[in-house]
Structures are given as C-alpha cells and as structure tokens.
C-alpha cells in the first residue's frame, strides 16, 4: 500500500470537505461546545456552590475527569459525517468508477478516505482539548494552587481511546453507506455509534466505570479488537467489484 | 493490444457477457454496438479491470486482467470514460483533472503541461475555475474526456460517450475521438449509436450477451445483401422491366417507377443495364446505388437473435 496515493485521496477529500460548510460547521460545533462549554459549566457551578472542603474538590475534579470522556464520544461520532458524505456523495455523484480505474488499490482509496474523514474531527477535538484544558486550569488554579492539565488521563485519552473511536466511526460508516442512498440516513446510523459511549459516561460519572489510565487503556482495547473486526468488514464492503455490482 | 477469448462474466444466474472473443489491434477503433443490457459495459469494466470474469481470458497488451499486479500496470496504460462522467461537483475543473492527474503519478510540471493541453483542445480553458458541477452536459462529458486522457494513455475506453449529449455536443466529442484517432491510440467504444460507429470504427461487433457478428463497416453492410441499384424512370413499362430481368436474370424488384436490381459487380452490370432500359424505351431519371446501412444491419442481426 502506497501511503503517496492515499494521501493525494485524502487531499482530495479535505478540499471537498473545506467547501462542505454544512458539514465544516458540524465538526466545529462539538468540540467548541465542549470545549468552551463545559469549563463554564464548572466555572458557574462553582461560583454558585462554592467549594468548602477537601471531599468538594474531589468530586469537582471527578466530574472533570468525567467530562473528558466527551471526546471520545465526539471522536465516534463526528467522522460519521465527512465519511458518510464522501462515501454517499461519491455513490450520487458516480464519481466512484472513474477512480477505481486509476492504478489505485481498493486499500488506498479506503485508507485516503479514512484519513480524509479522520483528520478533520481530531484536529477539531485536540485543539478543542486544548481550550478545555486551559479553561478548566484558568477556573481551578486558585482553588487547586496548582495546574490540574496536562496530566496522564487526558493525555492517554486524546493519544488512544479518542483515535481509536474515530477510527470506529469512520469503519462504521463506510459499511453503512455501502448500504444506503441518503447521506443523513447513513449519518443517523453512523451516530448510534454514540450509544454504548454514553453509556459508559454514564457509568463512569456514577463510579462504576473508573474513568482512570487503566480503565482508558482497557476501554481503547476493547475498541482495538472491535476497529480490527470492522476493518476486515469494511475491506470487504469496499472492493471494486461489490462497488459497480452490489451497491446501490 | 485488446484481446479476450470466451470471456464470460455471470452475474448469479444472470448472464452477462457469454463467450466473447475479440482482438483489437493496436491503433485500431472497435465499437461495441448492442442494445441495452447486451454486456457492453460489463466487457468494458472487466478490460478496465473494474470487475473479474467468471470464465474465460481478457488480456490488454499481453497483460491479464484477472492478475492483481498485471491489473495496475493495465490500469495505468488505459483512460476510460465511463457512462456516468462522475466529476466532483465542488471542485473546479483542474482540481478535477490536477487530482486524477497526480493518481497516475504525473509530476507538477507534467500535470500542468498536460491539463492545459487538454483544456486547449477541448476549448475549456475559460472554465479551468469554475466547479464542475456548474458545467453543462457537454462541457462535464468533455472535463471527463481530458480526464480519461491526462495522463496519455495508449488505450482509451469510451463507453456511450455521446448519449444524453445535444447534437453540437455529440459532434464535438466525436470529432475530438477522430482526433485521437489520428493519434494512433487504440479505441474501444461502447455505443448504440450506429451512425457515430459507422463514422469513427475501423470495426465493429455486434454484442447482445454473446458476439452476434464482427467485422469493418463495409463487411457488416455487405453481409445483408450485396449491392443494389436503383433506377427511376419516368414511366416502367412491361417491356422496361423484361428487359431488365433479361439482363439481371429476375433479381428485380418493382417499386411505383423504380426499377430495384441486386447487383453482384455494379461497375460490370450497370452499364449492361442502363443499355437494357433505354433499349427498351426507357426514360431514365436516375440511377443510384442502394446500400444497405450499419442500421439495417444491427437491426436484422438483433431481431434474428432476440
């Protein structure tokens, strides 16, 4: 696999991406909202309540932590837009068999959509964690006296699981347009994919889940062996042949 | 250079193409004629190595479209002008081209001599910023055109490349194909259109799952009848048309006041004839010759084996 030619797809891509506003500003929404949002979140909830003890500063810095799991749910849910539309759009725009008649392989072409529909959607959440780490530094360095970010749950965070679970998305969502027409059906899909993600900040904010190295790391596992099973599927689903003969 | 032999491809139950076996050779312009449905695309995208082949061999330059690596090297040799155009909407016409340009492995200098070459000869050069989705029918079927050819591919396929096109459209892309003729490129055109393959195809076959027939223009034409000539007159007399039977041993046909002969060596007969009728009184208005078209052959060949 020539890593030159994805690339020129996945450039390909993020021009087409640039000129997409509507799916530009999607990408943006979320990790601005958590971002920016959620550090004010504390930040009013603090002003209000104010912290008095030791077991306040402990909890506060547990539903922190808890908060950064909002990356992850971005990271699967995000690509499921540019990937559902350069897939669906490539399908409506039959622009899909002239390029299979380039001297490309099928796994280029699908590693240069990947990284075109990754890209976008992890830069957006990095430089979106950036913002909540030092907004969050900003509101809780008085209260601390010392800065709680960077530090290894967040770092292993945004390195592992958050990749990880793009990756999900996007192999999820190339095996779900294969199968549907319409860029918003493939996109309501796709975003179920948020689900079982909920469900684990749900279980992490209660105590069940520790949202901790160890419990990251198992969970980008778990994520790992499910990429692995995807992937093989999504090879499979994109093949020149299944392409110009299956899908519709 | 194109060569299959009893290449066959089933879809499920669903035969598509059935034992085709066809040599074009290099330089040469081969049209596929067939109705909807006949296999043509289908024959097409497995020489374009876009899909395999369930039975049967489809080489390209000695090549085997069914091997993985000999399929790149194919595919870097060939342009192909699929039936859908498929351009980007959203990209201007050189990001179009410039991006299927660097796929091949053009280098800058390359990507840009070439595009600006294609956009010269195709007159879309006031349009290289304009995206493609904007562009009319024609003007999208002629970015696909330079796409197809960008990189200076040896062999070109076109499939139905005039369809859906106005006729001043149609007219620009097959006199562009004629240009690349002149090239010496080696053409596989996919069309129904008889008069577009009768114009541009040094052969044609005749497809409708299995190969109905093969051979030039002149051969096709020829197989349906040989020669006719046509004499009008001003008025046929019983005399008129026994003279001429005399003459063309009954192979005569009257129709209102023309006299319809078959004829085996027109430059021999004719004379023979015309003495024929003005010995007999007649008056002759004109004398042509009846050819059978590329049309009325397609259509006797597909109705004889529908």
């Known amino acids: 696999m020539r890593l030159s030619v994805a690339w020129i797809i996945a450039s390909k891509e993020l021009s087409i991406f640039r000129k997409k506003k509507s799916i530009f500003y999607s990408v943006i929404i979320f990790p601005l909202f958590v971002s920016v949002g959620l550090p004010l979140l504390v930040h009013t909830l603090m002003a209000g309540s104010g912290i008095t003890s030791p077991n306040d500063i402990t909890a506060l810095l547990s539903v922190i932590n808890a908060f950064a799991f909002f990356f992850i749910i971005g990271a699967a849910t995000l690509p499921t837009a540019i990937a559902s539309y350069s897939i669906i759009g490539e399908k409506r725009e039959q622009s899909l068999e002239p390029l299979l008649a380039t001297p490309t392989t099928d796994g280029e072409i699908l590693l240069g959509k990947s990284i075109g529909a990754l890209l976008p959607p992890l830069v957006a959440i990095w430089i979106g964690s950036v913002i909540f780490m030092g907004l969050i530094d900003y509101f809780l360095f008085g209260e601390l006296g010392y800065l709680y970010y960077p530090n290894a749950v967040i770092t292993v965070n945004m390195l592992v699981p958050v990749p990880l679970a793009a990756l999900t998305a996007v192999e999820l969502s190339v095996i779900i347009s294969a199968r549907v027409n319409d860029v918003r059906t493939a996109q309501q899909l796709g975003s179920l994919i948020v689900l079982p993600f909920a469900l684990i900040y749900v279980l992490g904010e209660v105590g069940i889940i520790p949202i901790t190295v160890t419990g990251l790391l198992l969970l980008s596992l778990v994520l790992f062996i499910i990429d692995a099973a995807l992937f093989r599927l999504a090879i499979a689903t994109f093949s020149r042949e299944e392409i110009l003969t299956r899908w519709r | ?306």
């Open chain 2, 1 to 306: 250079m194109i060569d299959t032999e009893g290449l066959t491809r089933k879809f499920g139950d669903v035969t598509a193409v059935d034992g085709l076996s066809i040599h074009v050779k290099e330089g040469e312009v081969f049209g596929l004629l067939g109705p909807n449905g006949a296999g043509k695309t289908t024959t097409v995208r497995i020489l374009c190595c876009l899909i395999g082949k369930t039975g049967g061999e489809a080489r390209i330059a000695g090549l085997d479209t069914a091997d993985e690596a000999d399929s790149l090297k194919i595919r870097q040799m060939i342009g192909l002008l699929p039936e859908n155009v498929g351009l980007y909407d959203d990209l201007s016409v050189w990001q179009n081209l410039d991006f299927y340009a660097k796929l091949y492995g053009l280098g800058a200098r390359e990507r840009e001599e070439s595009i600006g070459r294609f956009l010269g000869m195709l007159d879309l050069r006031e349009k290289r910023d304009r995206p493609a989705g904007t562009l009319s029918k024609g003007m999208k079927q002629k970015v696909a055109i330079a796409r197809a050819l960008v990189h200076d591919p040896g062999v070109v396929f076109l499939d139905e490349p005039t369809a859906n096109l106005d006729p001043e459209a149609a007219k620009t892309v097959r006199d562009f194909i004629l240009e690349l003729k002149k090239e010496k490129r080696t053409i596989f055109l996919n069309t129904h259109n008889l008069d577009e393959a009768q114009k541009l195809c040094d052969r044609i076959g005749i497809l409708k799952t299995h190969l109905l027939r093969i051979g030039t223009p002149e051969e096709l034409r020829g197989s349906l009848w040989g020669s006719r000539t046509v004499i009008q007159l001003a008025e046929v007399t019983g005399s008129i048309v026994a003279a001429v039977q005399q003459q063309a041993q009954n192979r005569v046909v009257v129709e209102d006041r023309r006299l319809v002969i078959d004829v085996t060596d027109p430059e021999r007969e004719n004379p023979d004839l015309v003495q024929a009728v003005v010995g007999a009184g007649g008056r002759i208005q004109f004398v042509r010759e009846l050819a059978p078209t590329l049309e009325d052959v397609y259509l006797q060949i597909v109705r004889e084996n529908s």
